[in-house]
């Protein structure tokens, strides 16, 4: 279980203009988010020592972005093959190699030309190889594809509805209208989501995180050297990563898991909570993973926010608005924001506890959650100003 | 021509594929614990031995969920196939297996319809095992 109780902090921030086509190169955008985090922190760039990324063979190895940052000597540079379940890992990876003494000062970053480049949810290769032979012969191929057999078996297990699920379509818009980043700042009703073309039953365009090309990243150092920087840190209060058994041969693989009406997050919760010290009542503000929005509702009954099959109930009436009892996605998050695979969501939090979020500010927000994975595996955050 | 993504086998599933090829769904079996599995694989992950066997099996079971694909990916592949069903199904003998449900209505699919299995020459040597209602 996690040690390290506000031992850490997140001391700034970066990012480049989210868009669906950049015009540049996947090394310019990591590098342009990276120095702009390094510049957020007050931190002259030559004192980073250390890069962490995760991918799919879609960016660029952290040993080149500190060159192009004219590190001089990167100590631990590594990248991690993943998906969003590494966008919170990047970050306990950071905290772990600062504890060893491996580095002191690590960027962790994500960056991606996902709409104009490499796309995720665009198909696969015509020979299925390894664990594929037995889904992509059967058209069982994009992630959007993938997620909707979960959503499925919720809907068979608890009468989980698409009406219930089109509510957290149409809160993160609200929130993403107000967000001068995000890719969808046009507000949408009820009706708009059920009008939205069917892509794969159950689940319709607006069920759909975006695709977008852009970077993001944040800066990891110890709780000691936070206090001489610019910002007010936000610490780590505890983190978590993992799953059940059976996580796959790959992100998509579901093949062995045993109970499809869940997701990593309830095999990581009481980790999680136990490190923080605190529960999901304490959360004040929540930035949870929302490839689509079926997988908010896993989370949120996976951590323990509602109990199994009450989460389609939870986020209605209001409860996961700005205004509500807890206030969910505030930037707009990957179906409104960008598809920034997930670190998007802890440069929100961190814009959220330190009072930067401008109009969608969440009065008094201390305590924030982040969330990063929908499937079989997974990582998350607690972090308090 | 046929052109959809094609199983290519490797040590661990070619007699699973060559089943096919014979009409027959075989699923691995555990020789030292007796544990079915499916997909697939080298040790067995209850007892961690290397031994195992090829059973058929019914080729019965149950819909666990499914899916419409509507919106083709890709679309040169997938356009005429749209609308088209995918399922897990939880074959009677206790193990899982993903496949489409063809010669049923795509907005019929029940949770626990009894289904059967089906077996579609797709090349000259792929045949890929589908299910349909019983
Ligand atoms: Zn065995």
């Not at chain 1, 030559?46 to 040993?63: K, Y």
């Not at chain 1, 693989?253 to 923080?276: F, P, Q, T, V």
Request: charged letters at 20%.
């Amino acid at each position: 279980m996690w040690a390290l109780k506000d031992k850490y902090a997140i001391v700034g921030t970066g990012y480049t203009d989210y868009s669906k086509n950049s015009g540049t190169t996947v090394l310019n955008l990591a590098t342009e988010a990276c120095l702009n985090a390094a510049n957020d922190a007050g931190l002259p760039p030559e004192e980073i020592d250390g890069l962490v990324s995760f991918q799919f063979n879609d960016s660029v190895p952290a040993t080149s972005v500190a060159a192009a940052m004219g590190i001089p000597a990167a100590r631990y540079a590594v990248d991690i093959a993943g998906g969003g379940n590494a966008a919170n890992l990047v970050i306990l990876s950071a905290i772990a190699a600062i504890e060893a003494g491996l580095a002191k000062h690590v960027l962790c970053y994500r960056a991606m030309n996902g709409r104009s480049g490499f796309r995720l949810g665009g198909g696969r290769a015509m020979q299925a190889h390894g664990i594929t032979q037995f889904t992509a012969p059967f058209g069982w191929i994009t992630y959007p594809q993938a997620m909707a057999m979960w959503c499925r078996r919720h809907m068979i297990k608890y009468g989980t509805t698409t009406d219930q699920l089109g509510a957290i379509a149409v809160t993160f818009r609200d929130n993403a209208v107000l967000n001068p980043r995000a890719m969808q700042r046009q507000p949408i009703t009820l009706d708009d989501y059920r009008a939205a073309r069917p892509i794969v039953d159950p689940f319709r365009m607006l069920d759909i995180c975006l695709e977008s090309d852009g970077a993001c990243a944040v800066l990891v150092t110890s709780a000691a050297r936070a206090k001489d920087l610019r910002h007010k840190p936000v610490y780590v209060m505890g983190g978590a990563y993992g799953g059940g058994a059976n996580q796959g041969d790959d992100l998509f693989d579901c093949l062995r898991w045993a109970d499809h009406s869940e997701n990593y997050a309830a095999y990581i919760a009481d980790d999680l909570w136990a490190g923080a010290g605190v529960g999901p009542e304490d959360v004040d503000v929540a930035e949870i993973y929302d490839c689509f929005t079926y997988s908010v509702v896993a989370q949120l009954e996976g951590l323990g926010f509602c109990r199994p099959g009450e989460g389609p109930d939870f986020v209605q009436g209001g409860r996961i608005a700005r205004d509500g009892a807890l206030p969910l996605n505030t930037h707009g998050g990957l179906l409104s924001e960008a598809y920034i695979h997930g670190l998007n969501h802890v440069v929100e939090a961190v814009d959220q506890l330190r009072g930067d979020a401008g109009a969608r500010q969440i009065p008094e927000a201390e305590i924030a959650l982040t969330t990063a994975g929908a499937m079989t595996c997974g990582s998350a955050l607690v972090l308090r100003r | 021509m046929y052109n959809k993504p094609l199983p290519v086998p490797d040590a661990d599933t070619k007699p699973f594929w060559n089943g096919c090829r014979e009409g027959r769904l075989l699923v691995q079996c555990c020789t030292a614990c007796g544990a079915r599995r499916l997909p697939p694989e080298r040790f067995c992950p209850h007892c961690h031995s290397a031994d195992s066997t090829w059973q058929p099996v019914s080729g019965r079971g149950r819909i666990y969920s499914w899916i419409v694909v509507r919106h083709p990916v890709p679309d040169d592949v997938y356009g005429g196939d749209v609308p088209y069903v995918v399922a897990l199904i939880d074959l009677a003998e206790g193990v899982r297996i993903a496949s489409n449900l063809v010669a049923c209505d795509v907005d019929a699919v029940t949770a626990d319809m009894l289904v059967e299995v089906v077996f579609e020459a797709v090349t000259e040597t792929v045949t890929l095992p589908k299910f349909r209602p019983v």
